[in-house]
């Protein structure tokens, strides 16, 4: 199998914006390895994109570091090299209660696999990046820099992952790039696995809210991934890209 062409590992690429970034990649022409722990949804992605010596899936837990592990091995000897790694795999929810009701081994968890996650898989993948002078994009949140009432653990696991972001990109320089995406509203509903339902128009409201005019998509964030792991941003490191319409820079008060 030949090694020349470049790879990309997705981790939570089997829904979501993790699905997209799979699916344009593969688009344009990289190998893509994605891993998720819908096994289900990763095989029917999997499927219908045609696995093989282009595209293959690996079930695998991020939070767990004999999983990462023994991925990294799998997508190598799979792929023969690894030239990127997107760090999307996360839980999805920003709710988590009322802070004084915040269980312990739920904040944990999301601790575990937003932000141990990334680490365990940046871990694993710097041997392969260093070999090829690859790069790291992570996956972090507007929430980082704005919140909503009763979303602490998701909030500070996404601000710790823009604080990883550059503190790798330090660390790694000049042989990695490492750099973050904080993405805002972006509408995945049709991107959600092997289970479909209608999916109800948005409205003119939720579209308007936003100063770009209209609610992210997908693909908005995954281009901006394809950039950040290609050649034209070799200047480019420690940086944290808010793709979210222009909302976070927006004063709302009530009227």
Known sequence: MSTEKRVALVSGGARGIGRGIVEYLHGKGWRVAFCDIDREAGEQLADSLGSGSELKFFAADVASEPAVRQL?????????????????????????????????????????????????????AVPHLRKVRGSIVNMASTRALQSEPDTEAYAATK???????HALAVSLGPDIRVNCISPGWIDVRELQGPVTAAVAPLSEVDHNQHPAGRVGRAADIAAMVHY???????????????IDGGMVRKMIYAD
């Open 228 to 242: 950040l792991i290609g050649e034209e941003a070799g200047f480019i490191t420690g940086q944290n890209f808010v």
């Open 159 to 165: 601000g710790g992952l823009v604080a990883l972001t």
């Open 72 to 124: 990294m091995e799998e997508v190598v000897r799979w792929a023969g090299r690894l030239d990127a790694l997107v760090n999307n795999a996360g839980i999805a929810s920003p709710d988590n209660g009322p802070v004084e009701e915040l269980a312990l081994d739920v904040w944990q968890r999301y601790l575990d696999v937003n932000l141990t996650g990334p680490f365990l898989m940046a871990r694993y």
